[in-house]
């Protein structure tokens, strides 16, 4: 799965979930740098997550999920 938040605000709210939910970076999952600089900070999460956990970060504003097929 792929988070991709547009403001710093966002992504910051999306780690504070991801980390209530007892996950982890670097396990769990990852955080990319916003490179070029105004790109979107990206999570890669390996894990399912909850669907409460899903659904708490749909809610945030600036902030997109995708889900990867057929792996």
């Known amino acids: 799965m792929q988070i991709a938040c547009t403001t710093t605000s966002a992504a910051a ?3 504070s ?3 209530h939910a ?11 740098d916003p490179w070029p600089l105004g790109a979107p900070i ?8 909850p ?9 945030i ?3 997109r999920i995708a889900v ?3 792996t």
């Open 13 to 15: 709210e999306v780690l």
């Open 17 to 19: 979930i991801l980390l």
């Open 22 to 32: 007892n996950l982890r970076p670097g396990g769990a999952f990852r955080v990319t």
């Open 42 to 49: 990206e999570f890669t999460v390996s894990v399912n997550l």
């Open 51 to 59: 669907a409460a956990v899903v659904r708490h970060v749909q809610d």
């Open 61 to 63: 504003p600036d902030t």
């Open 68 to 70: 990867e097929r057929g």
